[in-house]
């Protein structure tokens, strides 16, 4: 049972095979099972989680028929949950508690989902391995001994170990498509507007997007239609009617036209990816689409570009923890100067801290127009490039990473780890929506597929990951128990 999806859930509680209680229980028996080793949880909320699937089986016993009725979730400890701590993988904010809840929390709750407790994450979501959070790298379900990606990394582990059905994640570069891509769930982050950011912890505000993990690209087309909409609160929230997403799963291939970047197959990419990228857009050919090879031709710029826009934003976000309005307080500060030095000295990571030493100085006077600005025209040409792409394409699908997932501790170097998003980062850049679906796996590790739609197509691109899901069986695959079951 803790391997179906959203759907197969929802209809095992409607037909009374399963109650919500005794769903969460099993989920929350997995997560006392498994957490230890797996660490893909900072907070599991026991009790009101069984009181939340108590009153989701008095809705439905009265005949409520949502399709999240009673379904446990998890959410990234990235967004605020009232009264539960919210720690952003910070020891800044190891003791935190919002006095609201994120839109995103609202909404799924509102749906009559349950919510299981809160994931790891690299600290502020800054990584691609969660070997950044204060709270100690999450495990790799499919090896122990690797890392689930990051900055999502929990969310992932968690939904790709069955400890729970679905769960949230934030993408600012890549953190829902990688860590999708390491555990082999399906990770969406939709086009930066179309879920509201409100009560979502900022790291780099005009990147920044929430989105899902799943099982499958039909359970995000679910979650998606209640996490989607304009919400005032959020200044960049769109307003635009949301898309009947589940309803738009079934459209047929024939005639799609699918962009193949010819630099995300270039030199750097695993042999066993790359031949399963191929596979799986032959898969699609198959199925009546058209592959056609396209140029991004400013793609090799969207790293350092983004590692100039990310950290700038983040230095200017991250200025609020001084020690004084919230989060961790250095003990006896001497003076306003020493309050600030040793609370920020102390409260962040050695990550997080490079990022605002970059950003500030990359928006400090003199530098300004090197740097902050010269990225900001960049990221226009990038933008430019995916315009001019889907004048002639539909979707652009290929790899969401180079290879599968590495050991921990495996990339030292920071601009290794910066490398990990060479396929996510542009996507984010020009704020499009992608999702990372299974695709295959190398030396039983799985990666993942990734595709990108224009502005607000996230109707078609999950109708494409959820066709080419319904001819293949990578979404399927669980762990090997072995790892696992041994606990
Ligand atoms: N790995 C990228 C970074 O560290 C992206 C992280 C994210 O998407 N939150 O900034």
């Given at each position: 049972m803790l391997h179906l999806s959203v759907s197969e859930l929802s209809a095992e509680?409607?037909?009374?095979?399963?109650?919500?209680?005794?769903?969460t229980r099993a989920c929350l028996e997995r997560i006392e099972r498994l957490n230890p080793v797996l660490n893909a949880f900072v907070t599991v909320c026991t009790a009101s989680a069984l009181e939340q699937a108590g009153q989701?089986?008095?809705?439905?016993?009265?005949?409520d028929t949502r399709p999240l009725l009673g379904i446990?979730?998890?959410?990234?400890?990235?967004?605020?949950?009232?009264?539960?701590?919210?720690?952003?993988?910070?020891?800044?904010?190891?003791?935190?508690?919002?006095?609201?809840?994120?839109?995103?929390?609202?909404?799924?709750?509102?749906?009559?989902?349950?919510?299981?407790?809160?994931?790891?994450m690299d600290e502020f979501a800054m990584g691609s391995s969660n070997e950044t959070s204060?709270?100690?790298?999450?495990?790799?379900p499919h090896d122990l001994g690797r890392v689930p990606g990051g900055s999502s990394g929990g969310s992932a582990a968690a939904v790709a170990a069955g400890l729970c059905p679905m769960a949230t994640g934030t993408d600012t570069g890549g953190s829902i498509r990688q860590p999708a891509s390491f555990c082999g769930v399906s990770g969406f982050k939709p086009s930066y507007g179309r879920v509201s950011r409100w009560g979502m912890i900022a790291f780099a505000s005009s990147l920044d997007q929430a989105g899902t993990l799943t099982r499958s690209a039909a359970d995000a087309a679910l979650m998606m239609r209640t996490m989607a909409g304009l919400d005032h609160r959020d200044s960049t929230s769109v307003d635009r009617p949301v898309d009947d997403y589940p309803n738009e799963l079934d459209k047929p291939l024939r005639g799609l036209?699918?962009?193949?970047?010819?630099?995300?197959?270039?030199?750097?990419?695993?042999?066993?990816?790359?031949?399963?990228?191929?596979?799986a857009l032959a898969q699609l050919e198959d199925a009546g689409a058209t592959l056609l090879e396209i140029d991004l031709p400013n793609n090799h710029l969207s790293v350092p570009a983004y590692y100039v826009i990310a950290p700038a934003e983040a230095s200017a976000n991250l200025a609020r923890y001084d020690g004084v309005r919230y989060g961790y307080r250095c003990a006896d500060p001497t003076d306003l100067d020493d309050l600030y030095t040793r609370t920020r000295s102390e409260g962040f990571g050695e990550e997080v801290k490079r990022r605002i030493l970059?950003?500030?100085?990359?928006?400090?006077?003199?530098?300004?127009?090197a740097y902050y600005r010269k990225a900001q025209r960049v990221r226009r040409l990038i933008r430019n490039d995916f315009a001019s792409a889907f004048e002639h394409v539909d979707v652009i699908a290929g790899p969401t990473s180079p290879h599968v997932a590495f050991a921990h501790g495996a990339k030292a170097d920071p601009v290794?780890?910066?490398l990990e998003d060479i396929f996510t980062i542009a996507v984010n850049l020009a704020g499009l929506p992608g999702i990372s679906i299974p695709a295959g796996m190398e030396n039983g590790l799985p990666f993942g597929l990734q595709i990108i739609g224009p502005d607000f197509a996230e109707a078609r691109v999950l109708n494409v990951a959820h066709q080419f899901q319904q001819m293949t069986d990578w979404h399927l695959r669980v762990p090997e128990s072995a790892a696992l079951e041994g606990h």
């Amino acid at each position: 049972m803790l391997h179906l999806s959203v759907s197969e859930l929802s209809a095992e509680l409607s037909r009374g095979a399963v109650s919500s209680v005794e769903l969460t229980r099993a989920c929350l028996e997995r997560i006392e099972r498994l957490n230890p080793v797996l660490n893909a949880f900072v907070t599991v909320c026991t009790a009101s989680a069984l009181e939340q699937a108590g009153q989701a089986d008095l809705a439905r016993a009265k005949g409520d028929t949502r399709p999240l009725l009673g379904i446990p979730v998890a959410h990234k400890d990235i967004f605020c949950t009232k009264g539960v701590r919210t720690t952003c993988g910070s020891r800044m904010l190891r003791d935190f508690l919002p006095p609201y809840d994120a839109w995103v929390v609202e909404r799924l709750h509102g749906a009559g989902a349950v919510m299981l407790g809160k994931t790891n994450m690299d600290e502020f979501a800054m990584g691609s391995s969660n070997e950044t959070s204060h709270f100690g790298v999450a495990a790799n379900p499919h090896d122990l001994g690797r890392v689930p990606g990051g900055s999502s990394g929990g969310s992932a582990a968690a939904v790709a170990a069955g400890l729970c059905p679905m769960a949230t994640g934030t993408d600012t570069g890549g953190s829902i498509r990688q860590p999708a891509s390491f555990c082999g769930v399906s990770g969406f982050k939709p086009s930066y507007g179309r879920v509201s950011r409100w009560g979502m912890i900022a790291f780099a505000s005009s990147l920044d997007q929430a989105g899902t993990l799943t099982r499958s690209a039909a359970d995000a087309a679910l979650m998606m239609r209640t996490m989607a909409g304009l919400d005032h609160r959020d200044s960049t929230s769109v307003d635009r009617p949301v898309d009947d997403y589940p309803n738009e799963l079934d459209k047929p291939l024939r005639g799609l036209r699918v962009g193949v970047p010819i630099v995300h197959f270039a030199k750097g990419l695993s042999a066993g990816v790359e031949q399963g990228i191929r596979a799986a857009l032959a898969q699609l050919e198959d199925a009546g689409a058209t592959l056609l090879e396209i140029d991004l031709p400013n793609n090799h710029l969207s790293v350092p570009a983004y590692y100039v826009i990310a950290p700038a934003e983040a230095s200017a976000n991250l200025a609020r923890y001084d020690g004084v309005r919230y989060g961790y307080r250095c003990a006896d500060p001497t003076d306003l100067d020493d309050l600030y030095t040793r609370t920020r000295s102390e409260g962040f990571g050695e990550e997080v801290k490079r990022r605002i030493l970059v950003g500030s100085y990359a928006l400090s006077a003199g530098y300004y127009d090197a740097y902050y600005r010269k990225a900001q025209r960049v990221r226009r040409l990038i933008r430019n490039d995916f315009a001019s792409a889907f004048e002639h394409v539909d979707v652009i699908a290929g790899p969401t990473s180079p290879h599968v997932a590495f050991a921990h501790g495996a990339k030292a170097d920071p601009v290794q780890m910066y490398l990990e998003d060479i396929f996510t980062i542009a996507v984010n850049l020009a704020g499009l929506p992608g999702i990372s679906i299974p695709a295959g796996m190398e030396n039983g590790l799985p990666f993942g597929l990734q595709i990108i739609g224009p502005d607000f197509a996230e109707a078609r691109v999950l109708n494409v990951a959820h066709q080419f899901q319904q001819m293949t069986d990578w979404h399927l695959r669980v762990p090997e128990s072995a790892a696992l079951e041994g606990h």
